[in-house]
């Protein structure tokens, strides 16, 4: 017998939406429902094996039983605007996968599934429903089955009329009469007062009908029930009625239309499901897609002795796609290059470097350098910084280095958790790569090109051509010369310093007991809680499974509750200083004295660069004591000098430019104290009049804006009332009226769009502002106010970089850039460079961009960081 699947489209997609967390593509589109209904599907597909298979729908406006009760359905809740929004998307699906959709006006698509399965089960097709909606079980039969979703979409319960009736002790036809007596709320179907589903199902049993319940209302015990029975006898038959579900809907069904025979667009429904980044469901759909290509034989072409090598290196043309793999260490000295894929010409080289060079190093990196040095071989690269980082060591360049797919990717989408080419090809092409080892290392290369056209296409599609360009690309060479210099480390300071913070610690641990009265555990957050919370008496703010929550943000909000919590801080502050910087710095100081930290240009999603072992952007300086590492931190030979270059206060120039506000401007232009002025506009008094605290709190509210602040957090911060914060940033944007005008286009537009953009067109996509939890859409708020401008600061920094890179280059100067902390350069510089060089920086970073708004950089000298900080 032929089976028919029928898809109860919006009760799938709606038990799908509440059953799976929110899921949103990188451009903010919801796609948890359209998930679960697909891999539903698949589900039935792979168990049924249906011949045919169909998708109905509720069409939008009344239908027959609204006409006849208004009442029908009323007081359900809206649907929310990220599940509708996947009704298209189900749709297109459909479409692309050849699957019949059914949806006729005035009628629900129970009517046109009821219609639907009558009809096949007289042309002898055996039926499933599958439906997260009880009221389909009416329609169960001999050959129809009813297929009832449970605990979200992992689980069903299938009913055909003997198991209904086992279950449920009436059957399929008699469940509308039970559901006549005592109605539904969810469809607003009224049944009759007083009788629940225990009930009803007992008269049911007992009389078969509603009919015949009402006949024999005199035989029925209860007197409540009997009166409500005679009372409400019409009621009860009307929701009898409108509990019905159609079975001769008008239309036309063609079986040989509807008939599932996989001829469905692959390729359109493969860009569509890539577009979603749907990948699982991707391999469902396509799995017997590449079953030919996996049986063909795999040619890798192994270069394992030097004369080979030789050869490839001279005859290598055109464009090489290269893939390679290192040995990694914390120390710079140690990583070693183990392997290089290159992919030219359509055929695979796998060269393994080990073998090479343990027989002739010299010779091996000679044969290297010609690859690697040749200007006509254009060369595209996966995460080409570490590749010239290590080449570095070994003295050899890169030329005609095009493109590298890794920042390509990171440029079309900041918040994916990971640019290896593997999960690109995943994505991009659509391809889940197999094999062993070797075989997926030749196969992942060989797919770099195709990558690779995807990409640089994507780069000029979102107008990112001058950002990765002019950029992000030359930037690349920019850190790996950061990496390779290294910044020289004082041991016997570092040395020194740790002596010294054990000392602080113990005398800070000493303080802590003392005014408690007691030693204890303080890295103990249940010790601690008690001293705090039980024999000191603090208020408290948070409990958790365990007991008493001691966070930082508890800590904050107890600051000024007892001399203890500052101490607490500062504790936690100097031993996380210590083991992070003090003690971390000393085992990650590589043979030549120096530390060499790897630079991130694929982590962050505002565009920001991020350091790693150790990092070095988060230093905290609020202590002296944090301050203090910073001393460790020295030149690279005695006659240097560290020069610290760090923009003025770059985002609230990135606003003002931004936004276009003359006011904030003209106080740029004019060199104005800007927290001052903003101090003077806020509490309404001359600027020689603006105290110390006045600025303090103007200077809150400035940065507060550009992180998209509200009156509450702003209120917190400034430890005053809600009310005095709202009356602040009311006159903050009375005063500067574009600002508000700009960040409220802002969340527009990334309500819109579902990203926002800065200067250079960096593109960061805000899939939580069209989240339906108010929490959540807030957080998106925020963030489509400050991602623009943190990331066109971020721009700015990033192309200062490459520009004084190549100018101290191009001069042949021997100072280098030897480390970035978001708005700062430190440079190593020799003291017969120095003038020449504070005025390269000066002029390049100032003069980055052409803009309204005057960039500002102040520079430092000294023996150490710290001296030039």
Excluded at 71 to 91: D, H, S
Excluded at 263 to 276: A, D, M, P, R, T
Excluded at 363 to 387: F, R
Aim: aromatic share 8%; proline share 3%.
């Amino acid at each position: 017998m032929e089976k028919l699947l029928i898809l109860d489209s919006n009760a799938l997609l709606n038990r799908a939406f509440y059953a799976i967390p929110e899921l949103t593509n990188s451009e903010g589109i919801h796609t948890n429902a359209v998930y679960g209904f697909v891999n539903m599907l698949f589900k039935m597909k792979e168990e049924l094996k249906p011949d045919y298979i169909v998708a109905t729908f509720d069409k939008k406006g009344p239908t027959f039983r609204h006409k006849e009760y208004e009442e029908y359905k009323a007081g359900r809740k809206k649907m929310p605007p990220e599940l509708a929004e996947q009704f298209p998307i189900i749709k297109e699906v459909l479409d692309l996968m050849g699957i019949t959709k059914y949806e006729l006006e005035g009628f629900e698509a129970d009517d046109i599934i009821g219609s639907l399965a009558k009809y096949a089960e007289k042309n002898n097709i055996e039926v499933f429903i599958l439906t997260g909606d009880r009221d389909a079980l009416q329609l169960a039969s001999d050959n129809i089955n009813v297929i009832i979703t449970k605990k979200g979409v992992t689980e069903t319960a299938k009913y055909n009329f003997k198991s209904f009736v086992d279950e449920f002790g009436v059957t399929p036809t008699q469940f509308i009469d039970v559901k006549g007596l005592m109605g539904d709320k969810s469809d607003n179907i009224p049944g009759v007062p007083g009788v629940g589903e225990k009930t009803a199902y007992k008269l049911i049993q007992t009389y078969g009908s509603i009919e015949e319940v009402l006949n024999n209302i005199d035989s029925i015990s209860g007197k409540k029930l009997k009166e409500n029975l005679e009372t409400y006898r019409e009621q009860a038959i009307f929701s009898k009625r409108l509990a019905t579900i159609m079975t001769d809907v008008p239309i036309d069904f063609d079986l040989e239309e509807i008939k599932n025979q996989d001829l469905y667009n692959k390729e359109g429904l493969k860009k569509f499901l890539l577009k979603l980044q749907m990948k699982s469901v991707l391999d469902k759909i396509l799995k017997d897609d590449n079953e030919e290509d996996k049986n063909e034989d795999i040619e890798i072409n192994y270069i394992n002795d030097l004369n080979s090598f030789l050869e490839l290196s001279k005859n290598l043309t055109d464009k090489a796609y290269i893939t390679y793999e290192v040995q990694n260490s914390e120390k710079y000295s140690e990583i070693q290059l183990l392997c290089m894929n290159i992919y030219n010409n359509k055929e695979n080289y796998y060269i393994k470097f080990n073998e090479l060079f343990n027989n002739d190093k010299d010779s091996s990196c000679l044969a290297l350098k010609n690859i690697m040095e040749n200007k006509e071989l254009k060369k595209i690269i996966h995460n080409g910084k570490s590749l010239i980082t290590i080449l570095n060591k070994l003295n050899i360049k890169i030329e005609s280095f095009e493109f590298d797919t890794a920042i390509a990717a990171y440029l079309i989408n900041s918040a994916r958790s990971s640019y290896d080419l593997l999960s690109l090809i995943n994505e991009y092409l659509g391809e889940d790569v197999k094999g062993n080892e070797e075989e997926i290392k030749y196969i992942v290369n060989s797919k770099l090109e195709e990558v690779y056209n995807i990409l640089s296409e994507k780069i000029k599609e979102e107008k990112m051509e001058e950002l990765y360009y002019e950029v992000e690309h030359p930037l690349i060479f920019v850190l790996s010369s950061m990496e390779s210099l290294g910044f020289n480390i004082n041991k016997n300071m570092l040395d020194d310093l740790a002596v010294k913070f054990k000392e602080e610690i113990k005398t800070t641990e000493k303080e802590i007991f003392d005014l408690a009265e007691e030693e204890f555990n303080i890295n103990s957050p249940k010790q601690l809680g008690k001293i705090l919370f039980e024999k000191l008496d603090l208020p408290v703010i948070k409990k958790t499974k365990t007991g008493y929550s001691t966070n930082a943000d508890v800590l904050e909000k107890l600051q000024d509750k007892h001399e203890i919590i500052p101490k607490i801080t500062y504790y936690r502050q100097i031993t996380k200083l210590n083991s992070t910087y003090v003690e971390g710095l000393k085992n990650v100081i590589d043979v030549d004295g120096k530390i060499h930290s790897t630079f991130n240009q694929t982590v962050t999603t505002t565009g920001r660069l991020s350091s790693t072992e150790p990092n070095l952007q988060n230093i905290p300086i609020k202590y002296e004591m944090g301050r203090e590492i910073r001393k460790v931190f020295i030149p690279d030979e005695e006659e240097d000098v560290l020069l610290s270059c760090d923009y003025s206060q770059i985002e609230l120039r990135v606003l003002a430019e931004l936004s276009k506000d003359e006011n904030m401007i003209d106080a740029f232009k004019h060199h104005s104290d800007i927290h001052r002025k903003t101090a003077s506009e806020v509490f309404r008094v001359p600027l020689d009049e603006v105290t110390s605290l006045m600025r303090s709190r103007a200077k809150a509210v400035n940065f507060g804006i550009v992180y998209g602040i509200s009156d509450f957090s702003l209120s917190q911060d400034l430890h005053i009332t809600k009310k005095e914060a709202s009356e602040y940033m009311e006159i903050y944007f009375e005063r500067y009226p574009k600002i508000k005008g700009y960040l409220d286009g802002l969340i527009k537009e990334a309500k819109d769009n579902g990203f926002v953009l800065t200067i250079l067109n960096r593109r960061r996509f805000i899939p939580e502002i069209k989240s339906s939890n108010k929490i959540v859409k807030s957080l998106g708020e925020r963030l489509a106010m400050n991602a623009p401008i943190q990331g066109s600061a971020a721009d700015i920094i990033k192309l200062a970089m490459v520009n004084v890179y190549n100018k101290l280059n191009e001069k042949g100067l021997d100072s280098k850039i030897i480390l970035q902390v978001h708005d700062e350069l430190i440079l190593n510089v020799k003291k017969y460079e120095l003038e020449e060089v504070k005025n390269i920086v000066k002029n390049e970073m100032e003069k980055v961009l052409n803009m309204n708004v005057p960039l500002e950089v102040d520079i430092n000298i000294g023996s150490t960081w710290y001296e030039a900080k």
